[in-house]
C-alpha cells in the first residue's frame, strides 16, 4: 500500500502567489514560431529563466523565508546549495532583511562562490566535501538556532515553485500538455498540484537528463533510492531526492502523467535551438522541455507549454555550444 500523498491544496499556492507577487516577476510566455511548426500545434515557452537571480528557485526561496517567524527571521536561514537554489535563497533573504549563510566545500569554482556572494549572502567554505558542508550548516542550525531553507522538499519551497503553473494557466488559456524539468520534483510538484487541481485533464510531462536522473531511478525502484551523480550539461538537475523525502517524491509519483529521459546531444540541440531560433540563453536544465520536442520524445495533440526554468549557464560553455562545438562535460567531476 503506498503512504498517502502530502496535499498541498491549491489554497496554499494561492496565497502563496499573494505573498511573493510584489518580490518575484511574473515572466513573460513567448509562442515558439519554430516548435509549432515541427509538432503541428501551439508551442508556449514559459521564459521563467528571465526570473530574478536566473530561475524559478526565487519563488519557493521568497515563499519559505516570509513564512519564517519574526524570531526566525532574526536568527537568520542557512542553505548549502551552490547553485539556482543558492542564489534565490541569498536574494530572498537579502529582500527580507534576513541574514543568509551559504556553506560551501573548498572544491566550489571561484564562479559559483561569486554568483552566491553577488546575491548577498555569507559565503562559507568548509571541508572537502558537499557532506562536510553539510555538517556546518547542521551546527548552525543546532547551536545558532537558524533555519535551513532546503532546495525542494518543504512545504513553502514546494508551494512557491506552484505559483509558476498558476501564473501559466493565466497566461495560456487552452492546454494540452505542459513539460517541466525534473530534479528533487519541487518544481513539478507544485506545478502539477496546481495544474490539477484546476485543469486536471492537462497532460504534465517530467523531463530529466539521461545521466543521473534521480527522480526516473526512484520511481523506478517505488521508493527513494541513493543515485550516482554524474556530470551532465544539466547541472542544476543533478542530486539525489533524499532518502527521508517527504513531499516530492509522493507527489511526482501521484501526479506525473510521464517522466521523459534526454541525452546530452539533445540538451545540447536544445540551448542551440533556443539561442538561433528564440534568441534565448538558457541552462541545459532549463533547456530539457525543448529537448524532448525537437528529439520526438515528447508529441503533442493539443498546444502544448514548456517551462525553460533557467538560464545560468557558463556564458564560454553557451558560446561553445551554440557554435556547433562538440562539448563533452561527460568526462568531469560532477
Ligand atoms: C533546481 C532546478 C530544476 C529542478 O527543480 P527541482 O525542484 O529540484 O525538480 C530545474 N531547472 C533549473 C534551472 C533548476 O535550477
Known amino acids: 500500500m503506498n503512504a498517502p500523498v502530502p496535499e498541498i491544496s491549491i489554497a496554499t499556492i494561492e496565497q502563496a502567489r499573494k505573498t511573493i507577487a510584489n518580490k518575484v516577476l511574473q515572466t513573460p510566455v513567448q509562442l515558439s514560431a519554430s516548435l509549432s511548426d515541427q509538432l503541428g500545434v501551439p508551442v508556449h515557452l514559459k521564459l521563467e529563466h528571465t526570473q530574478i537571480t536566473g530561475s524559478f528557485k ?108 498558476l501564473e501559466l494557466l493565466d497566461q495560456v488559456q487552452e492546454l494540452e500538455t505542459i513539460l517541466v524539468p525534473v530534479s528533487g520534483g519541487g518544481l513539478f510538484s507544485g506545478v502539477a498540484a496546481a495544474v490539477k487541481a484546476l485543469k486536471p485533464e492537462v497532460r504534465i510531462i517530467g523531463i530529466s537528463m539521461e545521466r543521473g536522473a534521480a527522480m526516473h531511478a526512484c520511481l523506478k525502484a517505488g521508493k527513494p533510492v541513493l543515485v550516482e551523480e554524474l556530470a551532465t550539461l544539466a547541472d542544476s538537475l543533478g542530486g539525489g531526492i533524499g532518502l527521508d523525502n517527504q513531499y516530492t517524491f509522493a507527489m511526482t509519483r501521484a501526479l506525473v502523467d510521464d517522466l521523459i529521459l534526454v541525452s546530452e546531444a539533445e540538451i545540447a540541440a536544445a540551448i542551440r535551438h533556443l539561442y538561433w531560433q528564440e534568441r534565448q540563453i538558457v541552462e541545459g536544465s532549463g533547456s530539457v522541455g525543448v529537448a524532448a520536442l525537437l528529439s520526438g520524445k515528447v508529441t503533442a495533440d493539443g498546444p502544448v507549454a514548456v517551462v525553460l526554468s533557467g538560464g545560468n549557464i557558463d556564458m564560454n560553455q553557451h558560446h561553445r555550444i551554440i557554435s556547433g562545438e562538440d562539448v563533452d562535460v561527460t568526462q568531469e567531476v560532477a
Request: charged fraction near 20%; include cysteine; aromatic fraction near 2%.
Open 58 to 165: 526565487l519563488r519557493g526561496a521568497t515563499n519559505a523565508v516570509a513564512a519564517l517567524s519574526n524570531a526566525e527571521k532574526q536568527r537568520g536561514v542557512v542553505g548549502v546549495s551552490t547553485g539556482n537554489h543558492g542564489r534565490g535563497l541569498a536574494y530572498a533573504a537579502r529582500a527580507a532583511g534576513v541574514r543568509c549563510i551559504i556553506c560551501m566545500s573548498r572544491l566550489v569554482p571561484q564562479a559559483k562562490i561569486d554568483g552566491i556572494k553577488a546575491q548577498g549572502a555569507e559565503v562559507r567554505i568548509v571541508g572537502n566535501s558537499q557532506d562536510e558542508a553539510q555538517l556546518e550548516v547542521d551546527r548552525l542550525v543546532s547551536e545558532d538556532g537558524r533555519t535551513m531553507i532546503p532546495p525542494f522538499d518543504h512545504r513553502h519551497v514546494i508551494a512557491g515553485q506552484g505559483t509558476l503553473g
